[in-house]
């Protein structure tokens, strides 16, 4: 995989980034998208692909990109397909700072110290170009707009915005309640950013969802997951997870 193009992880990281105050907007949330955008992008490349609600490696070849290969051979490890939610509620231990730090190194981001409280260090992430920011929010404003069914990556993206939370950061307010609503909808144009956009809303509900079956989306495009099941059952160890996910939520 080239780095010409920006990952999933980072596009969702910079969307999520206030370019006034350099923090990101649901934090707790984030680090489950993120995990999930992860998935989508090593589909997207031909090397996972959904086998139901799991995930099963089809290609163990690296990608050429650190971290992705690093959740790559994680997942060749397991042996056999995953379910796509209980990955996405695994331990994920610094990924978010893991792709800051990346986005620095890049130069699309510089990182500014400074104290909370007036007290606790504290170091927050401003964008260096906002306008890559803009260019990202443009496709799915474009996607939310036109009505015309976006390209897989794009409707990935906008699922995984609408799972984590982004949805009341990118279209505020009232007025924004119908993009809101239609980046909700952009989901059923890609199966795999509708199974992880799912899993990661059912990680945040403390649930964990029975196997979906996959059904036809409109207008011919592949499958995508079903509604959850009111009858899931929660995540051994992910109540407290849970709790902060659904706070951050708000």
Request: charged share 20%; net charge positive; aromatic share 2%.
């Amino acid at each position: 995989m080239g780095r010409s193009r920006r990952t999933l992880p980072e596009e969702l990281l910079l969307l999520a980034l206030d370019p006034a105050t350099g923090t990101t907007a649901q934090p707790q949330s984030l680090d489950l998208g993120l995990a999930g955008a992860q998935l989508v992008e090593l589909a997207l490349a031909g090397r996972i692909a959904p086998d139901g609600d799991r995930i099963a490696v089809v290609l163990p070849r690296p990608t050429g990109d650190p971290t992705l290969d690093s959740a790559l051979e994680l997942l060749r490890r397991r042996g056999s397909p995953v379910r796509a939610v209980h990955w996405i509620g695994g331990p994920r231990l610094g990924l978010r700072q893991t792709y800051l730090t990346h986005l620095e190194r890049c130069g699309m981001v510089h990182a500014v110290s400074s104290q909370m409280c007036g007290v606790l260090p504290t170091t927050r992430y401003q964008a260096t170009d906002t306008a890559v920011s803009r260019e990202i929010k443009a496709r799915l404003d474009s996607a939310i707009r036109t009505g015309v069914p976006p390209d897989p990556r794009t409707a990935a993206l906008a699922a995984l915005a609408h799972a984590v939370g982004l949805g009341k950061h990118l279209y505020p307010g009232n007025e924004g309640r119908s993009s809101r609503s239609r980046l909700r909808d952009l989901i059923r144009h890609d199966p795999m950013g509708g199974l992880v956009a799912h899993a990661v809303m059912d990680v945040q509900n403390g649930v964990a969802a029975q196997p979906r079956r996959a059904t036809p989306a409109r207008g011919g495009a592949a499958g995508r997951p079903a509604a959850r099941s009111s009858a899931a059952q929660p995540l051994p160890g992910q109540a407290r997870r849970s709790g902060m996910a659904r706070a951050g939520a708000r």
